[in-house]
């Protein structure tokens, strides 16, 4: 019986699977990058704080990480070429995201990150304005002093820039989805909140 019931869920899955690849299009709607994929799945947001697109993309972001494969990993990718201000600052929200990581409270103070910025159009001009945006959030400063300059925090740095170089000559602009190391998301202007989604999820589960 319990084969009979795989077999009947394996074959009502065929016609959605079918439907997706014919929805999606090489070309259209993603390019392909490389020629394999990575060995685990992996979507990578490039972004920036200064970036207003990606501030109001935060929502449909959030709804991507709940509908992605338990398997599937998501990670944000800040980008330091932006020409809002200097690479030196972008690199301290980078750290500043990083802290944000390590004491797993990433969405509530990226969030204040974006908030600071484009809510509040408050300038970031280097890492005190980023203590003091976390200190309102109940970051202790000192703790903040000690991991800006800690092995940890300097390391996810690096991890994060190399991943911006790795995939630089492809993220022409933020944000920008890299999926599973292969494939670059296009969003064409038909698309609403839903099909992003749905797109990132299909392209999550593409080898």
């Known amino acids: 019986m319990k084969k009979i019931l795989l077999l009947v869920s394996v074959f009502l899955m065929l016609p959605i699977q079918a439907c997706a690849q014919e929805r999606w299009q090489e070309g259209t709607h993603f390019t392909v990058i490389a020629e394999k994929a990575t060995d685990k799945k992996e979507v990578l947001e490039f972004f920036s704080f200064w970036c207003p697109h990606c501030f109001n993309f935060e929502p449909i972001v959030k709804t991507i990480k709940t509908k992605l494969a338990d398997d599937a990993e998501f990670k944000k990718v800040h980008v330091n070429f932006m020409g809002f201000t200097s690479a030196a600052i972008q690199d301290d ?95 064409t202007r038909d698309m609403g909140r839903d099909d992003i989604v749905d797109l990132i999820v299909y392209l999550s589960n593409k080898k």
């Open 93 to 187: 929200a980078t750290k500043a995201m990083m802290i944000g990581r390590e004491l797993k409270r990433s969405n509530e103070l990226n969030e204040a990150i974006f908030k600071y910025i484009h809510v509040s159009r408050s300038s970031v001009t280097g890492i005190k304005d980023l203590k003091n945006i976390f200190a309102v959030n109940g970051v202790d400063p000192d703790n903040f002093d000690k991991m800006v300059s800690s092995f940890g925090v300097n390391s996810r740095l690096k991890m994060n820039n190399k991943f911006v170089q790795k995939y630089r000559r492809h993220v022409k602009s933020v944000p920008t989805f890299i999926v599973n190391g292969k494939y670059q998301a296009t969003f």
